[in-house]
T-cell receptor
Framework: AQTVTQSQPEMSVQEAETVTLSCTYD???????LFWYKQPPSRQMILVIR??????QNATENRFSVNFQKAAKSFSLKISDSQLGDTAMYFC????????????FGSGTKLNVKP | DGGITQSPKYLFRKEGQNVTLSCEQN?????MYWYRQDPGQGLRLIYY???????QKGDIAEGYSVSREKKESFPLTVTSAQKNPTAFYLC??????????????FGEGSRLTVL
């Protein structure tokens, strides 16, 4: 079975600073995807960034980047130049390749961006 | 605009009553999902449907039922058999690997409280 662990229930960061959210996972699979989803207060959850396990290069999306360490089964999210709109719950998720119906979500990290 | 609409946003139910949560999408996605979100826990899959007139149990299906009579609609019924129904319910859809594999599109959620 796959498990996803987010060990930081809540974090705070000052506007314009950088913050890193941690995620570890456990799997015996070799081909899979990892995701970070963002759930803003009272708004829809959206995909922030996605990493394919067979790609060694870390994914980036504007101010968001990941540090994917496959051997360590670690998948952290770095948010640069934090903005007030980044305040949200962030969920790390795992999906086996070609099993699009089965996601494993972490318990989430609540990020507060302070002005 | 394309998206997923869940209703109602808030719902109160007396013990012993069934309640149905609505989920409609106009994204033309084949796959639809229901997740349950509890504080301090990740999202847990209740049911999913890959195609009209077909659906599968997820990890916590007991006490819930669904139907998929139309591609656009995937209602969830929380029955009186569900022992702890107070939770936040999220509906999602996906293209099942077409396009950006693993991207779930979420509704805004329905918060159910049992009195």
């Amino acid at each position: 079975a796959q498990t996803v662990t987010q060990s930081q229930p809540e974090m705070s960061v000052q506007e314009a600073e950088t913050v890193t959210l941690s995620c570890t996972y456990d799997t015996s699979e070799n081909n899979y995807y990892l995701f970070w989803y963002k759930q803003p207060p009272s708004r829809q959850m959206i995909l922030v960034i996605r990493q394919e396990a067979y790609k060694q290069q870390n994914a980036t999306e504007n101010r968001f980047s990941v540090n994917f360490q496959k051997a360590a089964k670690s998948f952290s999210l770095k948010i640069s130049d934090s903005q007030l709109g980044d305040t949200a719950m962030y969920f790390c998720a795992f999906m086996k390749r070609n099993n699009f119906n089965k996601f494993y979500f972490g318990s989430g990290t609540k990020l507060n961006v302070k002005p | 605009d394309g998206g997923i609409t869940q209703s109602p946003k808030y719902l109160f139910r007396k013990e012993g009553q069934n309640v149905t949560l609505s989920c409609e999408q106009n994204l033309n996605h084949d796959a639809m999902y229901w997740y349950r979100q509890d504080p301090g826990q990740g999202l847990r899959l209740i049911y999913y449907s890959q195609i009209v007139n077909d659906f599968q149990k997820g990890d916590i299906a007991e006490g819930y039922s669904v139907s998929r009579e139309k591609k656009e609609s995937f209602p969830l019924t929380v029955t009186s058999a569900q022992k702890n129904p107070t939770a936040f319910y999220l509906c999602a859809s996906s293209t099942q690997g077409q396009g950006k594999a693993g991207e779930l599109f979420f509704g805004e959620g329905s918060r159910l409280t049992v009195l």
